[in-house]
């Protein structure tokens, strides 16, 4: 059974750092794209940043520079380090784990997906 479990959220100031882990079960790591999305109030899920199995990365624009994807294939873990932390990042963060091959960059290519876990950003 495939299941993605994300932990690190909590409430930090603007300017602050977390990092998200996405522990996964069920599928080696080492063959799944994983990608971080997140849904902020009132807003659509969006993909905020992705990793394949072939070392290429994805960034939407409005991190780069502050967020960092990565995994550790013996741990089988993916994590989001998050730097600069900002108002508008406030959401709900996912992780989510595609089976085929590539990269995917919309939540149709992601099989399995995470319970999520709030990240709050406020002075």
């Known amino acids: 059974q495939v299941q993605l479990v994300e932990s690190g959220g909590g409430a930090v100031q603007p300017g602050g750092s977390l990092r998200l882990s996405c522990a996964v079960s069920?599928?080696?790591?080492?063959?799944?794209?994983i990608g971080w999305f997140r849904q902020g109030p009132g807003k659509e899920r969006e993909l905020v940043a992705a990793?394949?199995?072939?070392?290429?990365?994805y960034y939407t624009d409005s991190v780069k520079g502050r967020f960092t994807i990565s995994r550790d294939n013996a741990k089988n873990t993916a994590y989001l380090q998050m730097n600069s932390l900002k108002p508008e990042d406030t959401a709900v963060y996912y992780c989510?784990?595609?089976?085929?091959?590539?990269?995917?960059?919309?939540?149709?290519?992601?099989?399995?997906w995470g319970q999520g876990t709030q990240v709050t950003v406020s002075s």
């Open positions: 989510a784990g595609r089976s085929r091959g590539g990269m995917g960059l919309s939540l149709l290519e992601y099989d399995s």
């Open positions: 069920g599928f080696t790591l080492d063959y799944y794209a």
């Open positions: 990793s394949d199995s072939g070392g290429r990365i």
